[in-house]
């Protein structure tokens, strides 16, 4: 397996425009994740999905984020609006069994929202 | 998902010093996790302690796990620069299955 694929590795994109972010899971795997790190917050999990339902939501900042994961080896990430505030790193782990095995993270996708 | 405290945020040591990082929590864990982001890179797992008192080694790093099972270490002897990362614990899931991390610690390493 070629581990957990994210895509765009790089983004820059004005204000106001939308942004997808996609990330193709480890085969396999039960549980999916999206972070987003910047110094000053650090990594934070924005939602995750197990068996493709979302779990849990909590982190994501507002609505303008929205997260789908349609079948099993595809999830995205939308920010529609985007914002400056926004420009992070983004990103995607998948795990089989959150708590007791590792989780597999992607290369990230750096946005940048001028 | 469970926190936990991790510290120190930031350590500078010279090459060859010896490093550690420290994992609190208030409440009993099942399991903890480590993992290393380098700068630039994404974290990657490094190990699982599970046992009360587990003492794991992996060439010059050493993790810990307290015998209450409330806190762990990661101790790495004789720095090198290709230590330099971020060093994150994990707690379990909890019952939200979250994979929550901490702040984790930054260590740079000077010549």
């Known amino acids: 397996d070629a581990g957990v694929i994210q895509s765009p590795r790089h983004e820059v994109t004005e204000m106001g425009q939308e942004v997808t972010l996609r990330c193709k899971p480890i085969s396999g795997h039960d549980y999916l994740f999206w972070y987003r790190q910047t110094m000053m917050r650090g990594l934070e999990l924005l939602i995750y999905?197990?068996?493709?339902?979302?779990?849990?939501d909590s982190g994501m900042p507002e609505d303008r984020f929205s997260a789908k994961m349609p079948n099993a080896s595809f999830s995205t990430l939308k920010i529609q609006p985007s914002e400056p505030r926004d420009s992070a790193v983004y990103f995607c782990?998948?795990?089989?069994?959150?708590?007791?095995?590792?989780?597999?993270f992607g290369q990230g996708t750096r946005l940048t929202v001028v | 998902g469970q926190q936990v405290m991790q510290i120190p945020q930031y350590q500078h040591v010279q090459e060859g010093e010896d490093f550690t990082t420290y994992c609190n929590s208030s409440?009993?864990?099942?399991?903890i996790q480590w993992y290393k982001q380098r700068p630039g890179g994404h974290p990657v797992f490094l190990i699982q302690l599970v046992k009360s008192g587990e003492v794991k080694k992996q060439k010059r790093l050493t993790f810990q796990f307290g015998e209450a099972k409330k806190n762990s270490s990661l101790h790495i002897t004789a720095t090198q620069t290709t230590d330099v990362g971020t060093y994150f614990c994990?707690?379990?899931?909890?019952?939200?299955?979250?994979?929550?991390f901490g702040t984790g610690t930054q260590l740079k390493v000077e010549l």
């Open positions: 999905f197990n068996n493709n339902v979302p779990i849990d």
């Open positions: 782990a998948s795990s089989d069994l959150t708590g007791n095995t590792e989780a597999f």
């Open positions: 409440t009993t864990l099942s399991n």
């Open positions: 994990l707690p379990p899931s909890g019952g939200g299955n979250k994979l929550t």
